[in-house]
């Protein structure tokens, strides 16, 4: 006799390809915010899904800080092909180029914050009313409390004491000229969840999330990787570490973990065994207590 | 880890940081070691600053900036924490009359709600709402911790006579399965480990509870509803003729071969075949989400509902719904808004308010006929064209609405079909 009841991986697959229909059938516009990262890579599988046999109905959109991972770009550029869908570039360069925004200055000088004025130019240019992320709640205590589908005001703006209850499966996405939403199909997801569901179907990823031998410098309790933009302090000693990224931002400032795990079973298995949780190893969130409220308050992701 | 047939487990807790839910919730999680070293390093660092002793386990639940600066809770906040038996999303609601919205919100999807006690307090006036508000939204299942045992000498007789206090009120509310754990959420008595100190308690401890809780049936599997959330039609080569009814199932079984009637029209025909993703399957249930495709070339579009042939919801223009009322500025006479159902949208008029209910006493009052935030009533609604409605007793995905203000675009309020 077959079971009528789902495992929790195909529970969060059916409520992610739910939103993201729900997505489609409300918004004019909508993009997948695509970083490269494995959290966009999972929503776009589950969109590849969710509109079988047809193509994804959405562009993806990556915010280009310039501080990539050259293997990122590489990655993005080759699943574009596959998918046959459109990319848009928002260049975070371009918007200091422009003088939109100007370069932080110090050591642990990111382009976290200056990223925000260049998502919602590209927002705002491309006329986007929805923009899908790969946020998840059990990232940090910020996102603990967002919606699926969460309202931005004109200025991009997120208040959190004032969303909308979503309640049920139903979601409301209406909106004003010139607001637009953030969708997050994956909300309910666990960094567990992800790897797990990511080896299950297994889906490609970059080679960055693989343990491989790599120049590092210890910096903040984590493995930076060398690169032309980093800048060696006192103290500081280049060093060839087996390394794999728990997660993949800007090459500046994403730490490393010295790791073995070279295949996606190993993989699980080493995060199933963590005690850290991944956002530790970034030294964006580790400046004050809520900077990541902070940020999403003025429009981050 | 293998991947295996774990299921996923919502439950709501309600109640203030006075009943100890907060702390609750923390030692959920730390005693089944969901919590990291670096969330404990900084829980710990701020314990200390407050010159708490040892770890506050509240803390772990501190969310918005404005919340630690009140110490509340304002709105939903979402965990989790996985077992070898369960996933589990816990949504985390503020238990303040004025955050009713909240609750009600956490609760609609919860397979179960945790109601705390405070064994010194006993059964208070919140405790009552909360119980309402969970006998309202038809949360399957009830689990009534009594905390703080240890204030009480972890007495058997003060346990007792609380769940004599909860019986004799909560006889008149709709609740299928409750259950009683005297425990201590700050010494850790019975919430993830068997208390030493309560031998004349013999039944599982919270977690356990949860582990076990039979939620396979929380989903109605009879009346098979199927709501059109798109279509999809590829116009490539290879699918040049496909149409393909994209939704999710929100009641029953669905197989190939099966007659079935599209809503409104009423056009009848065969399901030819049933898709999740790329891979073809021979029967889907709810809460899958699929694509569906019929023998027959019939219009289908956003909004319908795929029905069995010899199993159809009611369809009605006029119905009555329990309606709580979610925002800040209150109901408007005769106003318009735009009802929410299923996939489905339709203009909708509230007629009138039958009567509101107070619940912390559940007396009726069919005298006062405006609405505003946190209220609960009777209300008889009126749409321009007729929604597919069960009622929200026998389904909750079909049986439920918002109304959404067309001024603003806010959901104002949430209503259950009566």
Known sequence: ?301 | MEINNNQLLRFTTAGSVDDGKSTLIGRLLYDSKSIFEDQLESVSATSAKKGHDGVDLALFTDGLKDEREQGITIDVAYRYFTTLKRKFIIADTPGHIQYTRNMVTGASTANAAVILIDARHGVIEQTKRHSFIASLLNIPHLIVCVNKMDLVDFSEEVYNNIIGQFEEFSSKLLMKDVRFIPISALKGDNVVNRSEHMEWYQNGTLLSTLENLHISSDINKIDARFPVQTVLRPQSEDFRDYRGCAGRIASGIYRKGDEVAVLPSGFTSKIRSINVGEQEVEEAYAPMSVAITLEDDIDVSRGDMIVKKNNQPEQEQEFDVMLCWLNNGAMKPRAKYTVMHTSNEERAMIKEVVYKMDINTFERDSEDKGLAMNDIARVKIRTTRSLMLDSYRDNRNTGSIILIDESTNETVAAGMVV
Request: charged letters at 35%.
């Open chain 1, 1 to 301: 006799m077959s079971k009528y009841y789902l495992n929790y991986l195909d529970e969060l697959e059916s409520e992610a390809i739910f939103i993201l229909r729900e997505v489609w059938a409300q918004f004019e516009n909508p993009v997948i915010l695509f970083s490269g990262g494995k959290d966009s890579i999972l929503v776009t599988h589950l969109a590849k899904k969710a509109f079988f046999p047809s193509k994804i109905p959405f562009a993806l959109m990556h915010v280009d800080k310039g501080h990539n991972f050259p293997e990122t770009i590489k990655f993005r550029d080759d699943l574009i092909e596959e998918l046959e869908v459109k990319l848009i570039v928002g260049s975070v360069q371009e918007s200091i180029n422009k003088g939109r925004v100007a370069e932080e200055k110090g050591k642990n000088a990111t382009r976290n914050a200056l990223q925000i004025t260049t998502l919602l130019d590209a927002i705002e240019e491309n006329k986007i009313d929805c923009a899908i992320g790969g946020g998840r709640r059990d990232e940090e205590k910020a996102r603990a409390k967002e919606r699926f589908f969460s309202h931005r005001d004109d200025f991009g703006q997120w208040d959190p004491k004032n969303q909308r209850p979503e309640l049920w499966n139903l979601l409301n996405g209406k909106h004003f000229e010139g607001e637009h939403f953030r969708a997050f199909p994956i909300s309910n997801w666990t960094e567990m969840d992800v790897w797990n569901y990511i080896k299950r179907e297994n889906i490609k990823i970059p080679s960055l999330y693989f343990a491989h031998e790599r120049e590092v410098v210890f910096r903040s309790n984590s493995w930076i990787p060398v690169s032309e933009y980093l800048r060696l302090e006192e103290g500081e000693k280049i060093e060839k570490k087996n390394i794999r990224f728990r997660t993949l931002g800007d090459i500046t400032i994403t730490g490393g973990i010295e790791s073995d795990a070279d295949t996606l079973e190993k993989i699980v298995q080493e995060v199933s065994a963590m005690r850290k949780t991944e956002r530790g190893d970034r030294s964006d969130d580790k400046r004050s207590e809520t900077a990541m409220e902070d940020r999403k308050k003025q429009g981050y992701f």
